[in-house]
Nanobody
Framework: QVQLVESGGGLVQAGGSLRLSCAAS????????MGWYRQAPGKQRDLVAS???????NYADSVKGRFTISRDNAKNTVYLQMNSLKPEDTAVYYC???????????????WGQGTQVTVSS
């Protein structure tokens, strides 16, 4: 019922910047939170950043001061501005959304298919 489409990944040199975006579509009544996770080969999927309906944000320690998560509520879109990129940031980045569906009293979590970010040294 909900689709998340990520964009903005690519190949950059260390120290460069990228901006990821994730647009949510479907029968969404409310987005409680959206966030970004990443997974490198052979590694588990870890939280990078999240933003809640209140505007509060969480960041992984490894990206604090370098990454910024933001949202456009009117477009149901979340962004991840990534600055001062390091080779260790290389991973597939996944968008997720915690939503209340239209006509529902519950909440559900959806995932995007991922976008590759590669940082060269």
């Amino acid at each position: 019922q909900v689709q998340l489409v990520e964009s903005g990944g690519g190949l950059v040199q260390a120290g460069g910047s990228l901006r990821l975006s994730c647009a949510a579509s479907g029968s969404i009544f409310r987005i409680n939170a959206m966030g970004w996770y990443r997974q490198a080969p052979g590694k588990q999927r870890d939280l990078v950043a999240s933003i809640f309906v209140t505007g509060s944000t969480n960041y992984a320690d490894s990206v604090k001061g370098r990454f910024t998560i933001s949202r456009d509520n009117a477009k149901n879109t979340v962004y991840l501005q990534m600055n001062s990129l390091k080779p260790e940031d290389t991973a597939v980045y996944y968008c997720n959304a915690d939503v209340v569906l239209s006509g529902s009293y519950g909440r559900d979590v959806y995932w995007g298919q991922g976008t590759q970010v590669t940082v060269s040294s």
